[in-house]
């Protein structure tokens, strides 16, 4: 017990400092716009005033390592600043488009694993045959095709071809839940299918390494059904690495899922990104990429948990 | 250690390799295909990209126009090859970028202890971001050019490399040979060069492979959402974006584009694969 609270505090440990650097990358990149980031903002219409104002505003005109540290506290605080075109806090621009993103990302994972695991275990076990070569080369084509094109494809089969599902778009808050949801099945096979790509490839390596191994013959020479042995003895070994390419996927969904909402017309946080960088809105892209990047962090520190409950050796 | 044996493998064998994998076969044809495309655009392409004709506009594939016409009437075929030339230009730049930044980052990290922690701890918040993510907030700090989309390209993929060339510096700093050459007091930046820097030449390869795909990938997406690489000549992102409104009367606008990058993409994947099999043969029966 002692060990899993050390390996616990070891890893929060690293965990904080990785967060520390992110504010910090966040921060330096605001602050590497050429020239002054109000005018920017403010385009080439704004008077000196205005810039002063913005300038003011946004906290541009203290020093540099004032501005660090008042953007620390403001992040402590739960303050990311104040988005200059939609008037509001950027906390709540994000929260009121983080529901979208969120079950957007949630079902793409879900359809991603469901068709990786199953997919990747089978191909392992009929290894060679044409199954297996299918497979392989299936995985390869998906991981090839952006997934915004095949969202464009599947709105043009499903959504106008055959009508079921809508195009776009995600109804408003009087929409009821599951109409809404509805509007998520084509987004979410588009970006699910091609991650599954990558978690299939390495379930299928993952299994094949271990399925050679002495135990597993052991398993089998003891008589062991072969789903049991599969199933106990192979897969639960080859759990560390699907679980840490399952936890890698999760930052490229959300990373498909910026372009993928605006296929779809979406109003998550990757439509709100999008359009933040055309108006160059940089309080909410900086606290766009801050939220995004924390959540990666805390996923890769769940993920580090869950490696302590597989495989007690991690323990060690 | 593989890096090393696959350096000294004689060249007759590394082709037989190369011609048995007919994956990695394929996919270096493809790529070699895509590559004379776009650096023989003026003179395989049948038309100027930009070329309007209104009276031919969103006309179906046919013999005059392979790939078909757009709403302005220009060629897709044409302006597909045109966009090959922006594809691969970005994708690798974005591979020297981030190359040059992950070998001097994983090198550091790698051999000089005292670097390593604070090295690796950059890259894992570097990594965090997901990639598109950064590359649009790096476009939209240093504003859409072609310059800056590779260079926001680079430094995100930089990381990608410098955890590959990291982890095989470790092994390589362990090695008898190095430890000779630094008992030997040769300088620092000799044995970087000519015992370092030579056997990471296999990983860095493999890995550069994939983040040219991983480029090209992102460079249509930032394209396709208006924060790419702003010119007058077309790219797959942008023919996609603008083929978009007329999908559901011209197919074609979306099916060309795209398959243009799957191939290209699939083709570096393809490549990739193979070369890893050739550095790693141990990988290659796992395939």
Redesign the interface.
Known sequence: MARIAQALLKRLG?MA??LA??V??VFI??R???GD?AA?MLGSDATPADIAQLREKMGLDAPLLLQYGQFVLGILQGDLGQSIFLNQPVTTALAARAEPTFFLTLFSILIAVGIALPVGILSAVKRGTIFDQIV?TLT??A????S??LG??L??VFA?GQGWFPASGYGGPETPFFERLHHLVLPAVALGVVNSALITRFTR?AM??VLGDDYVRTARAKGAGEGRVILKHALKNAMIPIITVIGLSV??L???A??TE?VFGLPGVGNL??S???R?D?PV??G??LV???I??LI?FIVDMLYILVDPRVRL | MNTMASLSMPFAAGLRRLFGNRAMLFGAIILAIVILAALLAPWVAPYAPNKLSIINKLKPPSMTNFFGTDEFGRDIFSRAIFAGRISLLVSLGVVVISTVLGVILGVAAGFFRSLDAPISRLLDAMMSFPDILLAIALVAALGPSLTTVILALGITYAPRLARIVRGSTLVLRELPYIEAAVAMGLPTWQILARHVLLNLASPILVQATFVFASAMLAEASLSFLGVGVSTDMPTWGTMLASGREYMNNAPWLMVFPGLAIVFSVLSLQLLGDGLRDLVDPRLAKES
Do not use: E, H, K
């Open positions: 690293g400092i990785v650097l992110v910090t990358v990149i605001v590497v716009t050429p980031p920017v392989v390869m084509v991981a090839s095709v952006p915004f094109w464009l494809i709105i043009q106008v390596a094949l390494d930052a490229m959300v990373a498909g910026v372009v605006t990104v999008v933040a960088v055309l160059r940089y892209i900086q766009a990429l995004v990047a924390a990666y962090v890769n």
